[in-house]
């Protein structure tokens, strides 16, 4: 079992910084791979960043890249978003998710096993 709590969403204006933790409990924190996702208002929930157990690789999607960086440190069993430029279509629920078979990772939410609570992340105009 892995619990996984995500802090730091709030209201914040366009352009504006925001960075999200998500602290792991219940494993062994250096042994899963971590991702964000959001969901956004009537939309699916899609795919934000995601990384490595050892943190060495990334990967963005598309709407993000440039802007988020997701960074982990195994040592606090916490996975990092920082999200610059932030823009209207960034507002959504942001969930940070863990995988723990062999193959987990990546951008598929079926890849995850454990998932947070959510965090709701605003951007206004």
């Known amino acids: 079992q892995v619990q996984l709590v995500e802090s730091g969403g709030g209201l914040v204006q366009t352009g504006d910084s925001l960075r999200l933790s998500c602290v792991a409990s219940g494993r062994t924190f250096s042994s899963l791979p971590m991702g964000w996702f959001r969901q956004a208002p009537g939309k699916e929930r899609e795919f934000v960043t995601a990384i490595s157990r050892s943190g060495s690789n ?18 606090k069993n916490t996975v990092y978003l920082q999200m610059n430029s932030m823009k209207t279509e960034d507002t959504a629920v942001y969930y940070c998710a863990a995988g723990i078979r062999t193959y987990s990772g990546g ?11 959510g965090t709701q992340v605003t951007v206004s105009s």
């Open 107 to 117: 951008r598929s939410p079926k890849s995850y096993d454990y998932w947070g609570q």
């Open 58 to 75: 990334t990967d963005y999607a598309d709407s993000v890249k440039c802007r988020f960086t997701i960074s982990r440190d195994n040592a």
